[in-house]
């Protein structure tokens, strides 16, 4: 008799095995593919949807809700330990100079950087456009937008549309930068004039 005992109780183990490997193989599929709607898996995947939107406060403490903003925005996700997000920044700072009195808002999210090394880059820099090191109880964290925009290597260039539309992604800038600048210049001269 406990045979038949032992057997039950080998098989309402390995089921029980089953159900539990089933479950985490789920929980890792909804977690590496995210659900549409809540966040890209690559940033490539936003093309021509909804900017995800946050809250978020910059380094001179201005509020930003994004989807508050009928502009056109161009989000940069940089560090400063990244060479070429260094050698992007003065494209972005020529962009929003030459732009920004026509509609064009650039926002530079850090990704893994300290709020110092962000706020001294910026400073040596001059960087006069929107620039986020850290959130605050009321922003979304920067976890979920880095999440919500699919970066996965920096820099990562995300170009919004006045009506809240991804319309743009660039990740790095290629060997070219004069190029990189003027093909950017014309998609978001393009946008502007919408």
């Known amino acids: 008799m406990s045979k038949p005992h032992n057997f039950r109780t080998f098989r309402a183990k390995r089921t029980c095995r089953a159900i539990i490997l089933i479950l985490a193989l789920g929980l890792l599929f909804t977690i590496t593919y995210a659900l549409p709607g809540f966040a890209a898996t690559r940033p490539e995947d936003l093309l021509n949807k909804p900017a995800p939107s946050f809250t978020v ?48 808002t650039v926002i530079g999210i850090a990704v893994n950087d300290t709020k110092k090394k962000v706020a001294e880059y910026v400073k040596s820099n001059g960087i006069p456009y929107h620039v986020i090191a ?16 699919g970066v996965r290597a920096i820099p990562t260039l995300v170009l919004i549309d006045n009506e809240g539309i991804v319309r743009h992604v660039t990740v790095g800038m290629g ?3 004069s190029k990189f600048e003027k093909e950017l210049s014309q998609l978001i001269t ?3 004039k919408r």
């Open 134 to 149: 850290t959130t605050s109880k009321e922003d979304t964290p920067l976890t979920k937008i880095i999440q919500d925009y």
């Open 190 to 192: 393009d946008l502007l």
């Open 57 to 104: 406060t910059d380094l001179n403490g201005t509020r930003i809700v994004l989807n508050e903003w009928n502009e056109v925005v161009l989000i940069d996700f940089w560090a400063t330990w990244c060479g070429p997000c260094r050698e992007i920044t003065p494209v972005l700072i020529s962009l929003n100079k030459t732009y920004s009195d026509q509609g064009l």
């Open 175 to 177: 060997p070219n930068k």
